[in-house]
């Protein structure tokens, strides 16, 4: 079985045990104060992965111990270990003695196999404080398959605000058909379908910002069907809320999903939080954003009457994305309180989706304003 990332470049041991056993290989003293050239580093480094793989501790590597070694990180055939061995076994004793391991390491034919220990031969080399290591988590970001979901619902939205802005009165405006207003709850396509029309440009330019960069980070690490989930599930919570809560109130744009993106952070960085470089950094960063966004918002309604933005749609979001995220998106080492809180979110979700899709079937419409 492979080895965890930080189990391979530490091999379980510290800096001070991998010199003195290396050095006693090498009948040196690692206390009489002799200056430790690079080129010795280097073959105390490459000496103690050998001792690492040597089970049987004879300063030589047999063929099912170099097997050992590569399987670390990578299934390699049987025949193609029967070659390298072959072609690193100069003298055809059938083992490799430390000379022969050195070469076959260092071979650029071989780079893909053993490049790996070259990268941890760095980090022991340069000083630690010069050294960053990737925490799980951040490793977990991948550009493959590119991240385009998020890229395309931007590109809809904005088609669609084109669109409408380009109409006329000979036929019905597109918001018409795809906003959500209480009063239009038995057409039940507009509970996700009005993310995708906006009032106007700042509106459409905050959100679409907001949720490429929010969107995108989510995509990297956690694949395009997850954050997809999330973003949707936010969206419609918060039309759900607001025919509960908020019934004079029409909805246009993807602030509910965009809400739903920017606290999901928050509850993947508390199921990440010790696979997360900077984490609490993080956090800050995010916490920050949804308070100008609450303040700004809050502000505007309180000045502007005609600023009908629905604070309910972000609460809305917020709540969704915060537990959603913690139960749909990914966690990366899975530990027994994370389970707990797993669960705990799911069942909370489904608490709060199940109330609010039977209140919204039962309550009655009933607007009145003032």
Not at 73 to 82: K, T
Not at 286 to 310: P, W
């Amino acid at each position: 079985m492979a080895l965890d990332v930080h189990e391979t470049i530490y091999f379980n041991w510290n800096f001070s045990q991998t010199l003195a056993v290396t050095m006693t290989a090498c009948n040196e003293d690692p206390s009489n104060g002799t200056t430790i050239t690079l080129k010795d580093k280097e073959e105390i480094y490459y000496h103690s992965v050998m001792t690492k793989f040597d089970l049987d501790q004879d300063g030589t590597l047999q063929k099912n111990e170099l097997t050992n070694m590569l399987e670390c990180h990578v299934d390699v055939p049987e025949e193609v270990v029967n070659c390298i061995f072959d072609r690193a076994d100069e003298n055809g004793d059938n083992q490799l003695n430390f000379s022969e391991f050195w070469k076959m390491i260092k071979d650029s034919n071989l780079s893909k196999l053993f490049g790996h220990y070259k990268f941890c031969y760095l980090n022991y080399v340069v000083p630690r404080r010069y050294v960053t290591y990737l925490q799980k988590y951040d490793r977990a970001y991948s550009c493959c398959p590119p991240p385009l979901v998020f890229a395309l619902i931007t590109v809809i939205q904005l088609v669609f605000f084109k669109v409408e802005k380009n109409s006329d009165n000979s036929r019905p405006h597109i918001d018409e058909i795809l906003h959500f207003h209480p009063s239009n709850r038995t057409q039940v396509w507009r509970y996700a379908t009005y993310m995708f029309i906006h009032e106007g440009w700042p509106h459409l330019t905050y959100n679409i910002v907001v949720q490429l960069l929010f969107g995108i980070t989510l995509e990297l690490v956690h694949g395009w069907w997850r954050p997809l989930i999330l973003y949707n599930l936010g969206v419609i919570t918060s039309s759900l809320l607001v025919y509960v809560a908020d019934q004079c109130t029409a909805l246009s744009g993807a602030s509910g999903g965009v809400y739903s993106l920017m606290t999901a952070h928050i509850g993947t960085i508390i199921m990440n939080y010790s696979d997360m470089e900077h984490a609490c950094l993080h956090f800050i960063a995010i916490a920050i954003l949804i308070i100008y966004d609450v303040l700004t918002s809050t502000l505007l309604s309180t000045k502007d009457l005609t600023n009908e933005t629905s604070l309910v749609a972000h609460l809305g979001g917020a709540i969704a994305g915060f537990l959603i995220g913690i139960w749909v998106l990914r966690n990366v080492d899975v530990t027994d309180k994370e389970k707990i809180i797993w669960w705990v979110a799911l069942a909370l979700t489904t608490v709060l989706l199940t109330i609010l899709i039977v209140l919204n079937a039962t309550v009655i419409y009933d607007c009145r304003e003032g």
